[in-house]
């Protein structure tokens, strides 16, 4: 761990055994010990995942005990942070769980407890207060409010975005599927967009979007503005077509040309095909390009604070003018666990959605 002064100067790395009551110490220095004499030379995916589970709570025990303890010997402004060996345990740790469960293949549906199990841990750990004492959660007593105001800003421009692109990308990915000409039109300008850098593509909002605000009537009413939601909303949306309407082709074409044509033998319509054969059929990889909309907009959805749009990039920028790491990972962490936990839900539902041999035969 890390004590500091204040939330701004770097701290000095301290020892957790040494400042905390050894035997209260003791159980997390043996769990991270076990933990890697389990994990790293297991050959039993079982055991590696045992070892792993092991580590990291032994990592959390130390993070726990080690806090209230340093902070008990320091002034009113100090604080105290997870240092560098906190992280290297927890990469470690966190490698071979992912490692193991790989190994051991599980299904969707148990991917899917095991994410549920996860969070709730998490949930758990940080409702019980027991890591209160941490600069991080600080940041986060200090800001609760706008914490949960900047959430549902970023959840919006990351759902909101995907489900306006899903509404105009099928369409027209449809259409290209049919119609070579136009994809062969649409696709590279699609492609042309996704290569435009993130911020370049934001601040190319601004002004067209301040021109509207200011020349439309009523534009300005309903939160069209050079700064702000609505020039980083619509940058996510002309970033997430190019996936929306690649997997829509790609998925339509995926499906076999014999079902297909025994369709159209059946005296099946263009309209019927599409809903009974071709998107059935392709679903999996039409969820695929939104999963991967998903995921980067989830990301990009940070650069939104840097233009007045809101989001955890909040905090992060905030963090970064205030050279404050603490309040830049208030903004980060929960950025990186909503992109893994979208991508592990995208990933359960195309396995799920995937045809069986039997039923493509």
Same mark, same amino acid.
């Given at each position: 761990?890390?004590?500091?002064?204040?939330?701004?100067?770097?701290?000095?790395?301290?020892?957790?055994?040494?400042?905390?009551?050894?035997?209260?110490?003791? &159980?997390?220095?043996?769990?991270?010990?076990?933990?890697?004499?389990?994990?790293?030379?297991?050959?039993?995916?079982?055991?590696?995942?045992?070892?792993?589970?092991?580590?990291?709570?032994?990592?959390?025990?130390?993070?726990?005990?080690?806090?209230?303890?340093?902070?008990?010997?320091?002034?009113?402004?100090?604080?105290?942070?997870?240092?560098?060996?906190?992280?290297?345990?927890?990469?470690?740790?966190?490698?071979?769980?992912?490692?193991?469960?790989?190994?051991?293949?599980?299904?969707?549906?148990?991917?899917?407890?095991?994410?549920?199990?996860?969070?709730?841990?998490?949930?758990?750990?940080?409702?019980?207060?027991?890591?209160?004492?941490?600069?991080?959660?600080?940041?986060?007593?200090?800001?609760?409010?706008?914490?949960?105001?900047?959430?549902?800003?970023?959840?919006?421009?990351?759902?909101?975005?995907?489900?306006?692109?899903?509404?105009?990308?099928?369409?027209?990915?449809?259409?290209?599927?049919?119609?070579?000409?136009?994809?062969?039109?649409?696709?590279?300008?699609?492609?042309?967009?996704?290569?435009?850098?993130?911020?370049?593509?934001?601040?190319?909002?601004?002004?067209?979007?301040?021109?509207?605000?200011?020349?439309? &009537?009523?534009?300005?009413?309903?939160?069209?503005?050079? @700064?702000?939601?609505?020039?980083?909303?619509?940058?996510?949306?002309?970033?997430?077509?190019? &996936?929306?309407?690649?997997?829509?082709?790609?998925?339509?074409?995926?499906?076999?040309?014999?079902?297909?044509?025994?369709?159209?033998?059946?005296?099946?319509?263009?309209?019927?095909?599409?809903?009974?054969?071709?998107?059935?059929?392709?679903?999996?990889?039409?969820?695929?390009?939104?999963?991967?909309?998903?995921?980067?907009?989830?990301?990009?959805?940070? @650069?939104?604070?840097?233009?007045?749009?809101?989001?955890?990039?909040?905090?992060?920028?905030?963090?970064?003018?205030?050279?404050?790491?603490?309040?830049?990972?208030?903004?980060?962490?929960?950025?990186? @666990?909503?992109?893994?936990?979208?991508?592990?839900?995208?990933?359960?539902?195309?396995?799920?959605?995937?045809?069986?041999?039997?039923?493509?035969?």
């Amino acid at each position: 761990m890390t004590l500091a002064a204040n939330r701004i100067v770097a701290g000095q790395g301290v020892m957790a055994w040494k400042v905390a009551d050894p035997s209260a110490t003791w &159980p997390g220095v043996a769990a991270v010990l076990l933990g890697l004499a389990f994990g790293l030379p297991a050959r039993w995916a079982q055991l590696r995942l045992c070892g792993a589970v092991l580590g990291l709570v032994g990592v959390l025990w130390l993070l726990i005990q080690g806090a209230p303890a340093l902070l008990d010997q320091a002034g009113e402004y100090a604080r105290v942070s997870p240092a560098m060996g906190f992280w290297f345990l927890s990469a470690i740790f966190s490698l071979l769980m992912v490692d193991a469960l790989l190994a051991m293949a599980p299904g969707p549906l148990a991917r899917g407890g095991l994410l549920a199990v996860v969070l709730g841990a998490m949930g758990a750990v940080l409702w019980s207060g027991l890591l209160s004492d941490l600069s991080i959660l600080k940041e986060y007593s200090a800001r609760s409010d706008a914490f949960y105001r900047e959430f549902l800003r970023h959840m919006g421009l990351a759902f909101g975005s995907l489900g306006a692109a899903a509404v105009i990308g099928f369409p027209i990915g449809i259409l290209s599927h049919r119609r070579a000409g136009l994809r062969a039109a649409i696709l590279p300008i699609l492609s042309f967009l996704q290569t435009v850098p993130s911020l370049a593509m934001f601040g190319l909002m601004i002004p067209l979007l301040g021109w509207v605000g200011h020349t439309v &009537p009523g534009a300005q009413a309903i939160g069209i503005a050079g @700064i702000g939601f609505a020039p980083a909303f619509l940058a996510l949306v002309l970033y997430s077509l190019l &996936p929306v309407v690649g997997n829509t082709v790609a998925g339509l074409a995926s499906a076999p040309p014999a079902a297909v044509e025994a369709a159209r033998g059946m005296g099946m319509t263009p309209q019927q095909r599409l809903l009974r054969v071709e998107l059935p059929l392709g679903l999996p990889i039409i969820l695929t390009g939104l999963r991967i909309v998903l995921v980067q907009n989830i990301g990009l959805a940070v @650069i939104a604070g840097l233009i007045g749009g809101g989001g955890f990039g909040t905090f992060v920028f905030q963090g970064l003018n205030q050279t404050a790491t603490d309040l830049i990972l208030l903004g980060a962490l929960p950025t990186v @666990i909503l992109a893994l936990a979208s991508a592990i839900v995208m990933d359960i539902l195309v396995e799920l959605t995937r045809p069986t041999a039997k039923e493509t035969a």
